[in-house]
Nanobody
Framework: QVQLVESGGGLVQPGGSLRLSCATS????????MGWYRQAPGKQRELVAT???????NYADSVKDRFTISRDNAKNSVNLQMNSLKSEDPAVYYC????????????WGQGTQVTVSS
């Protein structure tokens, strides 16, 4: 029932680092793109980073050079290394996986909270 599970969120001081992980269930097939999105209170959900099954990566301008997305195709997992965290980064971070089989479908995790505070 819960097919994507995020972990690694928490509280960190400005300038600190966190590593988010997302595990997918084995019944999700032919995942094309995986990614991370975030939603801060009162704001729209926004794309943070995506990675294709071929390893092509895209980042939001706000996180370029600070965040790094990685993927393990064999495990159908995706990670997000977040460095130099700042006040604009706190949000609930959601994992996304797009499957192409048997039909195109998006899967979402429940989210993990990232808090940046002194």
């Amino acid at each position: 029932q819960v097919q994507l599970v995020e972990s690694g969120g928490g509280l960190v001081q400005p300038g600190g680092s966190l590593r988010l992980s997302c595990a997918t269930s084995r019944n999700i097939f032919r995942i094309s793109t995986m990614g991370w999105y975030r939603q801060a209170p009162g704001k729209q959900r926004e794309l943070v980073a995506t990675i294709t099954n071929g390893g092509s990566m895209n980042y939001a301008d706000s996180v370029k050079d600070r965040f790094t997305i990685s993927r393990d195709n064999a495990k159908n997992s995706v990670n997000l290394q977040m460095n130099s965290l700042k006040s604009e980064d706190p949000a609930v971070y959601y994992c996304n996986a797009r499957s192409q089989w048997p039909t195109a479908r998006d899967y979402w995790g429940q989210g993990t909270q990232v808090t940046v505070s002194s």
